[in-house]
């Protein structure tokens, strides 16, 4: 007789047992008297108990395991803090499925930052990648730049203008894999590199948009990442639903009030190389489609010139608070 064949015949004689202990369990449970039956509800009640006391015994260890593995070092913080930013650990989508407490977010990083209202739009570390999916909870770009340091990313960089001017289509479905301007290709997915920085459009079709620089400050030999991420503008529509803003827009034309001005990069980069060009370079600008907002510090004698060349370019009405030296 062969070896699968000795085992088919034993699993074939256990499964007979096991059929009739349970026939014979179920007549035994039969001719259990009704004081019987209540003692083994006692007995049966406790066990679970004593069952959900461990389960939860468990699940108490579980999430305290998470917090742990989730957990970003006090050093990181610090660092974070020190340069306007938060840290975040990410791992990668799929290593601890089915292990972790609560979903499965420790993949992704949630951009909170944004006003208005849940949910913000995601991106989400996979293959070795930061990527956003595209679906109507989260899209968006990102370029690497390099060794660029974090804190010294703002409204004046050139990637900054670049992905500022991108035009959310009405039609979300109608978003592309990737977008260029200036020179500069953003794309919906990245591979990352220790030490990098990336600059990043977040938005969603709930009115969540901005833009946010983010370093991979470390990787870890579990496999995860550290990330530093600093919100550089919030582009982001009043978090209403589609009723509302029906509503609003609708007590705005009956009243009579005047559109709300809004961002102006073009005209604000515009402004800015003009300045440039004339040695203006302690000058910041700030501009909507209503006015140009200018502060810093130029020569006593120059003033005259740079509100001229700012008039001259903006065409429009200058707010000008810039000081002389």
Do not use: H
């Amino acid at each position: 007789m062969t070896q699968n064949r000795i085992k088919k015949n034993m699993c074939k004689r256990i499964y007979l047992i096991i059929c009739a202990l349970i026939f014979v369990s179920g007549i035994s449970a039969q001719e259990l008297s009704r004081e019987q039956k209540i003692e083994e509800l006692r007995i049966v009640s406790s066990q679970a108990e004593q069952t959900q006391a461990k389960l939860d015994e468990l699940a108490s260890r579980q999430e305290t395991l998470t917090e742990e593995i989730l957990a970003v070092s006090r050093q990181d913080i610090a660092e974070a803090e020190r340069i306007g930013a938060e840290a975040e650990r990410l791992f990668p989508a799929g290593l601890l499925n089915n292990i972790m407490s609560g979903s499965s977010d420790y993949s992704n990083y949630s951009f909170i930052q944004l006003s208005g209202s849940y949910p913000f739009p995601e991106i989400e570390y996979k293959n070795n990648s930061l990527q956003f999916k595209n679906s109507e909870e989260s899209f968006g770009f990102i370029t690497n730049i390099g060794g660029t340091l974090l804190e010294t990313i703002n409204e004046q960089n050139k990637e900054f203008f670049a992905l500022a001017k991108y035009e959310i289509p009405e039609k979300l479905d109608s978003v592309k894999d990737e977008y260029s301007s200036e020179g500069i290709t953003f794309r919906n997915r990245i591979q990352i590199v220790v030490g990098n920085t990336y600059l990043i459009r977040a938005f969603n079709k709930w009115g969540n948009d901005g833009i946010f620089a983010l370093k991979i400050q470390r990787k870890d030999s579990d496999g995860s990442i550290i990330l530093f991420v600093k919100k550089i503008k919030d582009f982001s529509r009043v978090g209403k639903n589609k009723m509302e803003e029906v509503f609003d827009n609708s007590t705005q034309e009956n009243l009579q009030i005047p559109p709300q001005p809004v961002a102006d990069y073009a005209t604000q980069q515009a402004v800015t190389n003009a300045l440039y060009q004339k040695g203006f370079y302690n000058v910041t600008v700030e501009a909507t489609t209503t006015e140009v907002t200018v502060r810093g510090t130029v020569p006593k004698d120059k003033m005259a010139e740079m509100m001229q060349t700012v008039q001259e370019t903006a065409k429009r009405r200058v707010n000008n608070q810039v000081t002389q030296e």
